[in-house]
């Protein structure tokens, strides 16, 4: 039978086959499996139909709880249902997995297996979440590679229909479901083939049907329940042999056969690893070299966990086997040992003692061990598996160990040599450094594709990026050759044949060549020609390159890029070089292949769009050369070279000026970020020893100062002769880095002298200076401040008060002003009018310089928060965009102000971030309570009058928290010289900080406030309690990629609504006004930031629950960020937005408490959402649809505006 | 029984409103209006190759930017079958129209580079359109740049599409040329089978209150009609090519004026807009009507009777005139 031969990813492979069997799939997006639902999704929006002919009908969920449930309804109906899921999502999803097997219910999860949120949430790779579900009763079946999980998804959906028994298939996160490989892919045909439709009439017949009524999902009482529970276990016992049946059919039919457990290796093994998931191809290749060594070494590949099958796991273990090591991808503290391996040791015993499950008498090994390796999709490679088998040649071999870490804790770790390696040669591997912005990622997918597709060479890519989201570098890792590619782990260091650097500035960052094999070939994105390029190279650099023998090319692709239209995405030029030199296929033959591929990806989009690409790629040779890399490093070195030297090069004394590679932070910094956070910035935290990390999941605040990006191109410079000192530039810098002060004019006697200041205009702060100031190395170079700034030169309007201007000229310069700014003092905020929007930015942010996009509309609302309130703030903050530029790690922005107080932040988890700040609040209200009663018990002792005064603060604004502040710090003090032994005083002194007053702010995103999370939102903004909600509101899930969600308004495109949402945006401010309880704003930074400021004072001031819903404009708008601002405005305008307050404090006022902050609708919607490419890709694509969406949509305005603007004029009925 | 009908570059319309270039023609239903109200033909709005170039780049950068750069989020949108991004809708509504009405369509491109020009013209033909109208127009910003260049690469665009295409083909002018005699007869020579007169700019105007830049679209008055009267009275008979004559036509006498200058046509998009497409059916009775009162037979009798060659007093179109009418100021003075 004819197959192809596709170059794809795992998620790909395994939606392909779901897709075809499926008719309900119920969908929500979590890392890293929503590729499959948004595959899903896109092709039954293109009326790709199942393997029946009929189109799926996909549904998103509001959590995966509800996907889950959503399936249970299905199948309980007699359909084919399908979910794809990973991490905290399966465990949402476990009631309900409890439920559909306990009803033997066929069903298939496919699952993308990630790490479970602990000490921190990963959204990386390990089986974690699906050890989590391996008691609901659902078979786990597990795939290793991209391959694999496309055959293995097709033998679940195959045997669960058999068993009916319910499949959790699943395969690693990340290494398989983001890999891209080469692979044969299954015909319909042999779909078709492995599918028996009587068994699907069956799973129909036993459907709920009122034709044909019976009851399903009964309580049962202790004289039943257990004996029910027993009566699945025929199916049980029944399902391995059922999908190793499914194994042979699926081989007669493909070819390719598997088992329940496969053995690979020497016949007559000693030692044995059992293991699975990707980490199986890892142990199987090395054990092809080690046999071939003659090693008496072998693998068993556990493909069918549960119902673990003792019998077909003995036949698998070679009778010569001495020891067995299990190799376990989760971790479980405190248990005897980790799944696999107490599976393993069980077999082993009771095959001992029940010889119809082993016949064979076999010798007992000697040794049976478990182990942990790959958490969070850490590194698993042959060195690694080689120190494995030489721990088990060890006449004690360590018990319960962990592979590939440093454990100098307690000592678990194995040792291995990196440098073991089982390369032969035959495949080519080449490395990509690359921006995020500069389409590399996109390039080396396109030309995997071709290599794979279009050459007689297997493929393989895996794409490395790190946590920000502005600014990311990449590493793309490639392999191609003769034979299949089994090699689920990066390029290791000293292997690529090729290394690519598409920015140069890295080469100051990174260790860019570490990866670069000998007589390698180094390609450089460099402005330098090849004349000129040797003494611009950092000298390590240039060390690498000759020692390595490499041939070095550069070529200017930036500005190749730029004159053929490309922008910043240089792509198209550094693809079309990859491929000159790389030589994989002949280069007409290669450009020809790269532009049918262009036309195929960009076609669509019009032919200015293609044309501009084959410009591209037609400039690109011409400007690529190679370089005569000289004998020697530049003279200097030379020099240290020659000596002899034992120190590194890089330590020699600079005497002519001379790149180095700088160091990740400052030298000033803490230890702790020197030497734990900094070589996790530069990519080296894998050699981080168990010892180096905090082991409850603290870190300290105040991180990301130290990460210096300079990731600008441009940044914001100050004109003091037009600056009004109105502060709005300050607000709305989305990375905190434009500060503003007011200081004594004396403070300025050490300033540098480039360092700008003038008469502050504060009537508060007669005679004092003012200056405004940017950070240059943390801007993102946004031009949000620019686009706030009210101000024109009257001279030449297109000047204002700030204006961009190249930074690399700036940088040094103004990093000594702004060092010199950071050591002004701060304004003292306790009597400062903070109603005012000039007034309020004097204070210091406590968010800075996050990993946010640049121009991020949601992080000027977070920064006002902590301006106001950072100091006696606690912040719980739900999954999303807010909790990984606020928490992921290397460097995190939350920080402290110099008195070393500042917000208090955590994220426990997506769906229940409400419940966790009413926890807090709960929690700070009961301390505070208890204080209270401590302190009237010890009045006396303290002093009546601090007590009394204590009592009864009122701590509604700043002076009077600093003022509590101070009491305290003197109770404190009393209590101290009390005696130390009366319970009472040694209580009050542990709660006495509970005295002062400290405000929760419950903070997420739209995704969590309106879908996930909203049964909680909802229940704790009825509780009265004295919260603050902020809903960054983007109208999509952005951190997973802008699916809808039901924030996403009327007719705008999102994943899942591609089509365009057809219901209109969720009225979440109207929800919460229905309790006359809760105080409620929505507001629109840059449509009116003075309503932001007071309501975000109201908000605290409200001794209830508030709930402050924000426009935040996002990269998944599809909008031109620098304008985000006037898109807001325009939002507001067009009534789109309307901005209100509804404070119920009011109507104990006997006023109206709805206050509509903005004006009739003054514009046409289409002004507004035709800016924004979710909404013009409709037009586009579709434009009858568009327009009759947005004519709705018109409608809803003018009712809600007639709503509301009732709701402004309506005289409230007296209290 | 008057006779309204008159040529236009070889078309042979029913009488001489034409709808010129505006969002009317964007609905079959506007279409066929003016079709039902009077219109003798109709010119499509205008095809824009920048526009076209301009979408898709956009549309490109937006679906592609921060694509592949964080591993949770590899894209932002989903991707679509399609988008309408080339020539593609334009030329499927221009079928459209064309099937929907019985008078001639003729199409209109607004291009900026050679290849743009002549393949769109070429796919205009296609479509079925029964002339073509390239609106030229490109401002000139550099210094170093001489009428002449623009002139010859106005002229060559002109030569390049007119061997391209088989249909009729006018071109819209801009009244800024230095020497527009000249250049009109260089167009006639290059293959214009007609001359739009003229194109009308929207130039940008300023905004004291917030000192920005801001688009300023207004409709024509009647006043606009004074400059493209003197020019096609000036070009009739001088030029082998017919003459439309556009901005500033609102009434049946500003018809009457257009044809007696030698226009072969009129076309009218302002007073529609502002007064509704009825407007057509009023300005064509009121056309009758003077018509009839003045006895007058025929549209082909009058058409040029008022060109400057057929003037009894030509120089009244000529700088002789220009210092009458600066003298006639004097009367105003205090």
Known sequence: ?1215 | MLDLTTTYMSLHLKNPLVASASPLSKKLDTVRRLQDAGAAAIVMYSLFEEQITHESNELDHYLERGTHSYAEALSYFPDLDTYNMGPETYLAHLQRVKQAVQIPVIGSLNGISSGGWVEYAEKIEQAGADALELNIYYLPTDPNLSSMEIEDEYVQLVKDVRAKIHIPLALKLSPFFTALPHIARRFASAGADGLVLFNRFYQPDFDLETLEVVPNLQLSTSHELRLPLRWIALLYGRIEADFALTSGIHTAQDVLKAVMAGASVTMMASTLLEHGIGRLMYILADLQAWMDEHEYTSITEMKGSMSQRAVAEPAAFERANYLKTLNAFEAYLP
């Open chain 1, 1 to 1215: 039978m004819e197959r192809n031969r596709v170059t794809i990813e795992g998620n790909e492979a395994v939606a392909t086959i779901a897709h075809a069997l499926s008719e309900v799939i119920a969908i929500y997006p979590i890392t890293p499996s929503t590729p499959m639902g948004e595959l899903a999704d896109a092709w039954s929006a293109a009326e790709r139909p199942n393997l029946w002919g009929t189109v799926p009908l996909v549904i998103e969920m509001q959590s995966e709880g509800g996907a889950a449930g959503a399936i249970h309804g299905t199948l309980q109906t007699g359909s084919l249902a399908t979910t794809f899921t990973a991490s905290q999502g399966l465990l949402l999803m476990i009631p309900n997995m409890y439920k559909i097997a306990g009803e033997l219910t066929p069903a298939v999860f496919h699952v993308a297996a990630r790490s479970l949120a602990t000490q921190a949430l990963s959204i990386f790779g390990d089986h974690s979440d699906v050890m989590a579900t391996r008691a609901t009763g659902f078979a786990l079946l597990a795939s290793n590679s991209v391959q694999e999980a496309q055959d293995l998804a097709l033998i679940a959906h195959a045997a669960t229909l058999e068993s009916r028994i319910p499949f959790l298939h699943f395969f690693d996160g990340f290494r398989t479901s983001h890999e891209i490989n080469t692979m044969e892919q299954l015909a319909r045909e042999d779909i078709r083939a492995m599918i028996d439709d009587s068994l699907v009439y069956a799973h129909r017949q036993r459907a709920l049907s009122p034709d044909h009524p019976f009851i399903r999902g009964t309580a049962q009482n202790p004289d039943v329940y257990f004996q029910a529970r027993e009566s699945v276990n025929p199916y049980y016992l029944a399902c391995p042999a059922i999908v190793q049946k499914t194994m042979e059919r699926f081989a007669a039919q493909v070819g390719r056969q598997y088992h329940l457990f496969d053995y690979v290796g020497a016949p007559d093994a000693e030692r044995v690893i059992i293991v699975m998931g990707s980490g199986a191809e890892t142990v199987e290749e090395t054990i092809k070299h080690l046999a071939a060594q003659g090693e008496k070494v072998g693998v068993i590949k556990v493909r069918l966990y549960r119902p673990f099958s003792i019998e077909h796991f003995m036949q698998a273990i070679p009778l010569t086997t001495r020891t067995l090591a299990v190799l376990d991808r989760t971790k479980e503290p405190g248990s005897a040992g980790e799944p696999l391996y107490l599976d393993v040791v069980t077999a082993l015993n009771e095959s001992r003692e029940n010889s119809s499950l082993d016949s064979t008498q076999r010798p007992v090994p000697a040794h049976i061990i478990g182990g942990r390796y790959g958490l969070s999709s850490k590194e698993f490679t042959p060195a690694m598996v080689k120190g494995i088998f030489d721990e088990m040649s060890k006449d004690n071999p360590k018990q319960h160990f962990t592979i590939g870490i440093n454990d100098d804790v307690t000592h678990t770790s194995l040792a291995y040599d990196p440098a073991f390696s089982i390369e032969t040669g035959e495949t080519v591997q080449c490395v990509f450094w690359g921006l995020g912005s500069d389409g590399t990622v996109g390039a080396n997918k396109n030309s995997i594709k071709i290599i794979g597709e279009e050459t007689d060479n297997y493929a393989q890519g895996y794409f490395v990026y790190d946590s920000k989201k502005s600014g990311s570098v990449t590493v793309s890792h490639l392999r191609f050759g003769p034979h299949e590619i089994h090699a689920p782990y990066q390029i290791g260091n000293g292997q690529a044949n090729f290394v690519a650097c598409h920015q140069f500035t890295f080469l100051e960052q990174f260790d860019v060549l570490k990866y670069a094999a000998p007589n390698g070939v180094f390609l450089l994105d460099s402005i330098y020609g090849p004349e000129n390029v040797w003494g611009h190279l950092p000298h390590e650099v240039q060390q690498e390159i000759i020692e390595k023998h490499l041939h070095f090319y550069v070529i200017d692709a930036h500005s190749v890029a730029n004159k053929t239209g490309m922008g910043a995405r240089i792509n198209t030029v550094m693809q079309t070089c990859f491929f000159a030199i790389s030589g994989v296929l002949p280069r007409e033959q290669a450009i020809a292949q790269i532009k049918r591929s262009i036309q195929k990806t960009y076609g669509k989009r019009g032919e200015a769009v293609v044309q501009k690409n084959f410009l591209a790629v037609d400039e690109s040779l011409a400007h690529m050369h190679e370089v005569q890399v000289p004998l020697s490093l530049s003279e200097q070195y030379t020099r240290s070279k020659v000596n002899g030297a034992s120190a590194p090069a890089r330590r020699q004394p600079i005497t002519l000026p001379m790149l180095s590679r700088r160091p990740p932070v400052p030298n000033a910094a803490p230890d702790f970020v020197r030497n734990v956070l900094g070589p996790m910035i530069v990519g080296d935290g894998d050699d981080l020893p168990v010892s180096a990390l905090p082991c409850d999941g603290t870190y300290p605040s105040g991180t990301a100062k130290w990460e210096k990006r300079n990731i600008a191109q441009e940044m914001p410079v100050w004109e003091p002769d037009l600056c009004i000192q109105c502060g709005k530039c300050v607000m709305v810098c989305p990375h905190a880095v434009i500060r503003m002060k007011v200081y004594d004019p004396a403070e300025l006697k050490d300033a540098p002298d480039t360092f700008l200041s003038m008469d502050a205009h504060f009537k508060e702060f007669p005679d004092m200076k003012y200056s405004l100031q940017v950070s240059p190395e943390d801007c993102t170079g946004c031009n949000l401040c620019v686009e706030a700034c009210p101000v024109k030169d009257k001279r030449q309007v297109g000047r204002k008060a700030i204006n961009m201007a190249p930074q690399p000229p700036l940088r040094e310069k103004e990093k000594a002003n702004w060092e010199f700014f950071l050591s002004l003092p701060e304004v003292p905020s306790a009597h400062l009018n903070i109603g005012a929007i000039k007034n309020s930015q004097l204070l210091q942010p406590l968010f800075e310089f996050s990993g946010a996009c640049s121009g991020c509309g949601e992080t000027p609302y977070i920064k006002l928060a902590t301006q106001l309130f950072g100091d006696h703030m606690i912040v719980a903050n739900a999954t999303g965009c807010s909790s990984i530029y606020g928490g992921n790690l290397p460097t995190t922005p939350w920080t402290y102000n110099n008195e070393g107080r500042g917000p208090a932040w955590s994220n426990s988890l997506f769906e229940d971030n409400a419940e966790f700040g009413l926890g807090m609040r709960l929690s700070l209200d009961k301390r505070e309570e208890y204080a209270h009663e401590l302190l009237t018990k010890c009045a006396a002792s303290v002093g009546e009058e601090l007590a009394q005064a204590i009592l009864h603060s009122d701590q509604s604004d700043e002076a009077e928290i600093q003022a509590q502040r101070q009491r305290v710090v003197l109770l404190k003090s009393r209590l101290a010289q009390l005696d130390g032994t009366e319970a009472n005083v040694q209580n009050l002194l542990s709660v006495a900080d509970a005295l002062v007053r400290k405000s929760v702010w419950i903070i997420g995103g739209d995704g969590w406030a309106y879908d996930i999370g909203y049964g909680g939102l909802d229940h704790v903004l009825a509780s009265g309690r004295n919260v603050n909600v902020l809903v960054l509101d983007t109208e999509v899930y952005s951190n997973t990629g802008g699916q809808a969600s039901k924030s996403t308004p009327l007719g705008a495109v999102a994943k899942f609504a591609a089509r365009g949402k057809a219901t209109p945006k969720k009225d979440l401010g109207m929800l919460a006004m229905a309790y006359g309880s809760v105080y409620v704003a929505r507001v629109a930074m840059g449509a009116n930031d003075q309503q932001t400021l007071k309501a975000f004072l109201e908000a605290e001031a409200y001794d209830g629950p508030s709930l402050i819903i924000a426009y935040s404009h996002c990269i998944a708008h599809g909008i031109d960020m620098s304008k985000g601002l006037e898109q807001q405005k325009l939002a507001v305008q067009s009534g789109y937005w309307p901005l209100y307050r509804y404070n119920p404090a009011l109507l104990d006022e006997g006023k109206q408490p709805f206050i509509l902050d903005s004006k009739e609708p003054s514009l046409p919607l289409e002004r507004y959402v035709y800016n924004e490419t979710r909404y013009r890709m409709l037009l586009q694509s579709n434009e009858e649809r568009a327009e009759t969406l947005l004519g709705q949509a018109k409608h809803d305005i003018q009712e809600h505006w007639k709503q509301y603007h009732e709701m402004a004029t309506h005289s409230p009925a007296e209290k």
